[in-house]
T-cell receptor
Framework: TQLLEQSPQFLSIQEGENLTVYCNSSSVFSSLQWYRQEPGEGPVLLVT?????EVKKLKRLTFQFGDARKDSSLHITAAQPGDTGLYLCALRRARTGANNLFFGTGTRLTVIP | NAGVTQTPKFQVLKTGQSMTLQCAQD?????MYWYRQDPGMGLRLIYYSASEGTTDKGEVPNGYNVSRLNKREFSLRLESAAPSQTSVYFC??????????????FGPGTRLTVL
């Protein structure tokens, strides 16, 4: 059973369009991270959200953490070909120890020039 | 500052062969991790090392062993490879694993195929 569900699994859009991808969990978590992974590379952290209702912006990317801290969304405005990649959300459970980060299955985004 | 490095980048094995995947980090991080990434499954934790001298099982440890050689290096060994171990393997490191804002830094991955 997946702890985290991401949707959609695949998304192909034209350059300049807007898009939103979602990350949902049945559990409450202490924080959530979004990573982007480009082909042939490892994931790279984009943002960490900690507070319910929190909104963070990173240039054309807007990240929102649900009020109940069980879901998150990533909105990209005016997508560019450089945004192409696999977007992974990862939740951190409120427990001590190094094994408390769990990844979703990812949304694979393709932005067509 | 190379971050996290992994070798080899690609490997093809026959069923039953053994191999060791190497990982090193130069960020002086205490914690290191091994993940596998399979289509539709996301990243799954195989083993981790919270600090030098300690290792613990993650979500999918069967068929693997690890060694935390020193603070910099964390290796993953497949003693008798099976086709189900065909995957992309990522090593990661972090400095504050108990913190809600801890960041994991990933290597470029090793793409392993077991025939």
């Amino acid at each position: 059973t997946q702890l985290l569900e991401q949707s959609p699994q695949f998304l192909s859009i034209q350059e300049g369009e807007n898009l939103t991808v979602y990350c949902n969990s049945s559990s409450v978590f202490s924080s959530l991270q979004w990573y982007r992974q480009e082909p042939g590379e490892g994931p790279v952290l984009l943002v960490t959200v900690v507070t319910g209702g929190e909104v963070k912006k990173l240039k054309r990317l807007t990240f929102q953490f649900g009020d109940a801290r069980k879901d998150s969304s990533l909105h990209i405005t005016a997508a560019q070909p450089g945004d192409t990649g696999l977007y992974l959300c990862a939740l951190r459970r409120a427990r001590t120890g190094a094994n408390n980060l769990f990844f979703g299955t990812g949304t694979r985004l393709t932005v067509i020039p | 500052n190379a971050g996290v490095t992994q070798t080899p980048k690609f490997q093809v094995l026959k069923t039953g062969q053994s191999m060791t995947l190497q990982c090193a980090q130069d960020m002086n991080h205490n914690s290191m991790y091994w993940y596998r990434q399979d289509p539709g499954m996301g990243l799954r934790l195989i083993y981790y090392s919270a600090s030098e001298g300690t290792t613990d099982k993650g979500e999918v440890p069967n068929g693997y062993n690890v060694s935390r050689l020193n603070k910099r290096e964390f290796s993953l060994r497949l003693e008798s490879a099976a086709p189900s171990q065909t995957s992309v393997y990522f090593c990661a490191s972090s400095d504050q694993p108990g913190s809600s804002t801890d960041t994991q830094y990933f290597g470029p991955g090793t793409r392993l195929t077991v025939l």
